[in-house]
């Protein structure tokens, strides 16, 4: 029913900027948290942050914190993410989640039921 679409990759130099959103789509949105992955080709798909719908909590893989910041916006059903500082290393293809779980925090891509088709973020050198 509810589909998410991702928007805003592209490519980008090293030290830049980036916002990435993902737009809920259908019927009525409503999930319990929200969540960023990324995947690069040949690699398994791993999480980015993570953050609670209503209350706002957030987690962020080790290797953002501090660059990236997930934030939604509750009354456009949007979720996004705030790319700074971007590096080589972050280039991937991005996606979206939502899900129930109140296991969320854990970053696990399995409490996730909900995908979007991803955008993708190059950074060169």
């Known amino acids: 029913q509810v589909q998410l679409v991702e928007s805003g990759g592209g490519l980008v130099q090293a030290g830049d900027s980036l916002r990435l959103s993902c737009a809920a789509s259908?019927?009525?949105?409503?999930?319990?948290?929200m969540g960023w992955f990324r995947q690069a080709p040949g690699k398994e798909r791993e999480f980015v942050a993570t953050?609670?719908?209503?209350?706002?909590?957030?987690y962020y893989a080790d290797s953002v914190k501090g660059r990236f910041t997930i934030s939604r916006d509750n009354a456009k059903n949007t979720l996004y993410l705030q790319m700074s500082s971007l590096k080589p290393e972050d280039t991937a293809k991005y996606y979206c989640?939502?899900?129930?779980?109140?296991?969320?925090?854990?970053?696990?891509?399995?409490?996730?039921?909900?995908w979007g088709q991803g955008t993708q973020v190059t950074v060169s050198s």
């Open positions: 989640a939502a899900g129930n779980s109140m296991l969320y925090y854990t970053g696990r891509p399995s409490v996730f039921n909900l």
């Open positions: 259908g019927r009525t949105f409503r999930a319990y948290a």
């Open positions: 953050i609670r719908w209503i209350a706002g909590n957030t």
